[in-house]
């Protein structure tokens, strides 16, 4: 096992490594589980952030999610999908970081969630923090403190 020189490594803030809003594909609240999957298909997330209209951060919708719901007894009933709202079966206990936090906050959240939201003092949905990040940070290290491997 090879140790790593505590001094070398410095931290990020979560601000230097998110994905800002802008870039981040999201649902809102209210939008029909239908678009919801719209959005996952067609930009190939697995699953995004939900946000209420005044842009604050509400929760986590996945295709494996909706896909439950469209299960009915004997098959897939996707026309369910036009009547049931995005916050009905959405994710609302995940996680969240703010600005400040560090990468090792973000990491230990990263351990069990694919991506962290990132908010402000009043909720406000910033961006987001992904495990790629995170693990091409430590990758990056690595290779500058061993050269030679
Ligand atoms: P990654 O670590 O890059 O594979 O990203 C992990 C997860 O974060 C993806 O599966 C998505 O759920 C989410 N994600 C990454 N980038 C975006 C983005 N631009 N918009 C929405 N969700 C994203």
């Known amino acids: 096992m090879v140790s790593l020189e505590?001094?070398?490594?410095?931290?990020?803030?979560?601000s230097e490594l998110m994905i800002s809003s802008e870039k981040v594909a999201h649902v809102q609240v209210g939008n029909p589980l239908e678009?919801?999957?719209?959005?996952?298909?067609?930009?190939?997330?697995?699953?995004?952030?939900?946000?209420?209209?005044?842009?604050?951060f509400k929760g986590v919708i996945s295709k494996s999610k909706i896909l439950e719901e469209t299960?009915?007894?004997?098959?897939?009933e996707l026309n369910r999908l036009s009547d049931i709202q995005v916050k009905e079966v959405m994710d609302k206990d995940f996680p969240y970081l703010?600005?400040?936090?560090?990468?090792?906050?973000?990491?230990?959240?990263?351990?069990?969630?694919?991506?962290?939201?990132?908010?402000?003092?009043?909720?406000?949905?910033?961006?987001?923090?992904?495990?790629?990040t995170i693990l091409k940070q430590f990758s990056k290290h690595y290779h500058e403190t061993f050269k030679w491997v």
Do not use: N, Q, W
């Not at 001094?7 to 979560?14: M, N, R």
């Not at 299960?71 to 897939?76: A, D, K, R, V, Y």
């Not at 990468?103 to 991506?115: N, V, W």
């Open 98 to 132: 703010h600005h400040e936090d560090s990468m090792i906050d973000a990491l230990h959240k990263l351990i069990d969630f694919p991506f962290v939201c990132v908010i402000d003092d009043d909720g406000e949905f910033d961006g987001i923090v992904t495990r790629r």
């Open 6 to 14: 505590k001094e070398a490594l410095v931290i990020p803030k979560v």
């Open 35 to 56: 678009h919801a999957l719209l959005v996952l298909v067609k930009t190939g997330y697995s699953s995004i952030p939900v946000l209420d209209p005044t842009f604050k």
């Open 71 to 76: 299960l009915g007894i004997e098959e897939f």
